[in-house]
């Protein structure tokens, strides 16, 4: 118990309570042993009263490639639908260096004071560090990590973006089953992540550090303009005079974007999450959005938006996956892009000769 | 010949010299009587001469959705595709109200005095104003109209942005061939085109107006990020003050941006389309850029990068076409989405229930 980061012993006794019924099998100590399948039924049930065993299983299963562990996954994720939905999302971003655990563990940790259940998820497709292995998001939120009503989960092993983040949006509907009422999405603020995470949550709060140099070399650009809150960490000791005049300049700069669709302004603020200052303003302004959208019915407009995005978004992913991983299409891929950009033929050419491909082979 | 707006009879006029074997037809006005029919190779010929009616009798065939239109076209563009590429390709946005058509009358005047040879192509998937008429372009621009080096032509009719795009970007091509050595792509600025646009110049120009309030309503998020130049236009008389101190707001919010792939760090400069103010400095900008990139190796690399785009754009497209309008796609479609917005079954599960149908009824 003093050892956080020794998650496997940890999560065990986490989650050793109140559900007798269930046998709570650790799924990364027994790994090579056979261990009792649960039906669906029996994860929704697990799931539906908190047991974050089950939970923690269930969110394997999602993320598996099998076949037959998509089946159940899919079951279950159905199953849980209904008593999903209820959360706040938020998106959290930033590059490397701006302090994004050490802000996440100080906001978990507002939100588990004040009675709040949370779950950390993250998307980050070209992480390699979470394969098989949760000990680095664990160490990372030293805090956090402790606290039984919070469920720190790293991205999805490294796949398509597409695949990695269905994966994190159907993880969101399990945890809101189990009864987390606020849901944290982090990605790293470098890649494309930031479109899929920004499509499945409600909030989507930038970190940013003060100065207006090197720090932001990492950010992709269009980021910015996605933000509903920037908040400038490290606002402490000497540095306060820079973070504030750093929360000036994005003021300003907020000013010239055009406004947002959901009508609200977004809100620039300065904090220290290694010293927990003016981390209540930050979740002031979260709930201030929330409240806001709820009334000019934006809130739901979204989360509709969102479901249909996802909808429409599976269904490109597997034409595309249909497509790319024909080998007659394969085959020919590379040669025509080649004649593309030799000026041989034209994109749409091209594009026409790799359809008529695909649909003669398609079965 | 006064009236520049009576587009067929100054058309007809316009192109009507150094071609003599080329019949030159008009096709508004003989809608309706058969007309001779040239072979790919004559129109390839026509182009490559410079004849503007070929051109657009060419343009024409891209923007028809006629099969066999569909056909010829396809080989003309690719005959022509090795007489392509030569251009420098600007997109222009800015919203309605912020002086596009004047301004772009002011640049492209700047251009033709100099000597060189202009094409103003659109994209505008919403518009309907250029269904059949060409008119209400020519008068937007009063003096480019009157110009014989340059050629004026408005989006594709309403279409998919896919479509639409994808014609203009084949009109490039065309222009390229027939000799024009500078591209307009205007767009505006409010939907989805701009990252389209984005995709097929090498320079993207955002054209604002002083003031940051109403005038930014209509942009679009996104758009500021993606600018390599912003300028501010009205900056005459008693509004010169007002246009530069927007101006500098603009560049200080421009800073706090992350750095643009190309290395280039995008200017803001003020002008008045209306007095022709400060039009030479805007495309010394331009100039400055291609120049900077080219030597950087980026100008190619973006081209490149655009081909293979919109190879895969094509592809994309073309798949959401086959699958969007698959008759048995079209029945379930509507009844899926709303078992998604019931949370009755997940996006992921509707869409494998979609792909299904579509594999099931492909042939």
């Keep these: 118990m003093e050892h956080p980061e020794n998650d496997d012993k940890y999560k065990g006794l986490k989650v050793n309570k109140g559900v007798n019924d269930m046998p709570t099998v650790n799924p990364y100590l027994k790994k090579r042993t056979p261990r009792k399948r649960y039906t669906a039924d029996e994860f929704v049930s697990g799931i539906l009263d908190g047991n974050i065993t089950i939970l923690s299983q269930a969110v394997t299963l999602v993320e598996s490639s099998l076949h037959e562990h998509q089946a159940i996954a899919q079951e279950i994720i159905e ?8 959360s706040i ?10 302090g994004k655990s050490t802000s996440i563990d100080a906001f978990g940790m507002h939100l588990i004071n004040a009675g709040h259940k949370l779950a950390v998820l993250a998307i980050d497709p070209s992480s390699e560090r979470s394969k098989g292995s949760i000990l680095g998001d664990k160490t990372r939120m030293e805090s956090l990590s402790r606290e039984k009503n919070a469920f720190i989960r790293p991205s999805p092993s490294a796949g398509s973006l597409g695949g990695v983040a269905r994966k994190t949006r159907e993880t969101i509907v399990l945890c809101e089953a189990a009864g987390f009422d606020t849901i944290f999405v982090e990605t790293v603020g ?21 100065g207006t140099g090197d720090e932001l070399q990492g950010i992709k650009r269009g980021i910015m303009e996605m933000a509903d809150g920037i908040i400038i960490n490290k606002a402490d000791g000497d540095n306060i005079k820079k973070a504030e005049l750093a929360a000036s300049q994005f003021r300003n700069a907020l000013h010239l974007f055009p406004p947002s669709e959901s009508g609200w302004i977004p809100k620039v603020l300065t904090y220290s999450g290694y010293y927990g200052l003016g981390i209540k303003e930050i979740w002031d302004m979260v709930n201030d959005y929330i409240a806001f959208t709820k009334k000019n019915g934006y809130f739901n407009y979204k989360r509709n938006e969102q479901a249909k995005y996802w909808m429409y978004e599976s269904i490109n992913d597997s034409l595309r996956d249909k497509f790319y991983h024909n080998p007659e299409v394969e085959k020919m891929l590379e040669p025509t892009e080649r004649q593309v950009l030799n000026n041989e033929i034209s994109s749409f050419v091209a594009a026409k000769r790799m359809i008529d491909i695909f649909l003669e082979n398609i079965h």
């Design 190 to 210: 470098v890649g494309q992540s930031e479109t899929a995470v920004h499509s499945m949550v409600d909030f989507f709060l930038l970190i940013q550090l003060a």
């Design 79 to 86: 199953k849980c639908l209904p008593h999903a939905g209820k």
């Design 89 to 98: 999302r938020v998106g959290i971003t930033g590059v490397p260096g701006a």
